[in-house]
């Protein structure tokens, strides 16, 4: 395949470098000449031209009329947008795939005929949350005149609380830290050496209204 | 007509101010406040401070109810995006904007948006004064 990419910059480089392992034929259209001098060295300077992707005689340039596909990775969307409708209006390329900053943009990418696009924002968001998910837990017993449970919560490994002593991890108010099950160690009964470890199976005993700050002190 | 102008400079405060004189209702958007300071004492419409890009800014600047909308920018690529948000999300019936290219308008013609580019405009301005001015010389 072959594969234009307009901007050099981190996403631009290493995509081209990817897409070039793969066997592909690559070029890089890099507005900024320090910058094309640098992706230049990393890629083969023959692969980076300098110039505006936005500018119909640079697309011309780059032989867009026989580019498979046309990346657009700046930061800037308009510039990103008015590249990809230059590349399919003027010179049919088959697939344009563009690189969204402001989610708010992506509607008009796709109204404007932009094949795919990939938000920045939405990416790192959905890396965050899954960082975020909340733990599994357990109810082992409720006991409904104290409103108390007793919880069984796993200790992930990016957890804070590994390697640091239980009586150092404040708990919500009230809460009883039971025991852990640890492998296949017998029944930890906590003292004041006892360390929280990854994958630890905690047992406490907690407010049915102090749950949710429970799992959060035990896996965040 | 309910108008929106997107750039405060020289060409959208003189935009703006022709459109106030005419009695429409324009409201003006540029990112920097002092850009403002182009407007006549007389400008009745409003100035607002955003970016024409962010389409919470165009709803605040009332593009619900736009008859049209205007980009005059110096950035040819944001007048284009700005321009196509308009017609395309909010369905403004009249949009135009200035590309100082004019190698790309056609291509965003097509999608219903009207180009001006001052650059063919002048250039043959030129070549008209010119020969104006050779004609007389004869």
Known sequence: MYVVIMGGGQVGSNLAKRMSEQGNEVLILENDQIQADLVGKKIGDDSVILGDACEVTIQEKAGMVRADIFFATTKKDEDNLIACQIAKGKFNVKRTISRVHNPDHEEIFLKMGVDNIVSDVDLMLEKIEGFLVKTAFKTLYVNEKTETSLIKIAIPSNSHCVDQLVKDVKLPDKAVLVGIYRAELPFIRPNVETFYMAGDQVIVSVKNSDIDALVDALTI | ?138
């Open chain 2, 1 to 138: 007509m309910n108008v929106i102008v997107l750039g405060c400079g020289r060409v959208g405060s003189e935009l703006a101010s022709l459109l106030d004189s005419h009695e429409h209702s324009v409201t003006v958007l540029d990112v920097s406040q002092s850009s403002f300071m182009k407007l006549p004492q007389s400008f009745k419409g409003k100035a607002l401070l955003g970016n024409g890009l962010d389409p919470e800014t165009l709803i605040k600047a009332g593009i619900d109810k736009a008859d049209a909308f205007i980009a005059v920018t110096q950035n040819d690529n944001k007048n284009i995006m700005a321009a196509e948000i308009a017609k395309h999300i909010f369905g403004v019936p009249h949009v135009l904007c200035r590309t100082y290219d004019p190698n790309r308008s056609d291509v965003f013609e097509a999608s219903g948006i009207i180009t001006l580019s001052p650059t063919l405009l002048i250039a043959g301005l030129f070549v008209d004064a010119l020969l104006d001015s050779v004609k007389e010389a004869e």
